[in-house]
């Protein structure tokens, strides 16, 4: 069972900046790849970013590619996701997610979740 807690949300202006944390329970987090994922209110959940095991692949979502980054570090089983240039559609809650699955675009891949973090990016 992979515990995953995410921190770094908040509220934030428009053209503002924020970073993103997961830490990740497993002694083996170098066996899963990592997404985030983020769902706004009455809308679907929907892939943001995504990092191999290694991290030597990144994969990201249209409306966030050029603006966020996602790394990890595998010695203090982390994943960070650097947000820049927010805009209020950004606004969402942003899950950290774990699989050790190839399909690191895909919801249904992702085996655990953390709770969540809230961003707001106000106008």
């Known amino acids: 069972q992979v515990q995953l807690a995410e921190s770094g949300g908040g509220l934030v202006q428009a053209g503002g900046s924020l970073r993103l944390s997961c830490a990740a329970s497993e002694r083996t987090f170098s066996y899963f790849a990592m997404g985030w994922f983020r769902q706004a209110p009455g809308k679907e959940r929907q892939f943001v970013a995504a990092?191999?095991?290694?991290?030597?692949?990144?994969y990201y979502a249209g409306a966030v590619k050029g603006r966020f980054t996602i790394s990890r570090d595998n010695d203090k089983n982390t994943v960070h996701q650097q947000m820049n240039s927010l805009k209020p559609e950004d606004t969402a809650v942003y899950y950290c997610?774990?699989?050790?699955?190839?399909?690191?675009?895909?919801?249904?891949?992702?085996?655990?979740w953390g709770q969540g973090t809230q961003v707001t990016v106000s106008s």
């Open positions: 997610a774990a699989t050790p699955g190839v399909e690191v675009t895909r919801g249904y891949e992702y085996e655990y």
């Open positions: 990092i191999s095991r290694s991290g030597g692949s990144t």
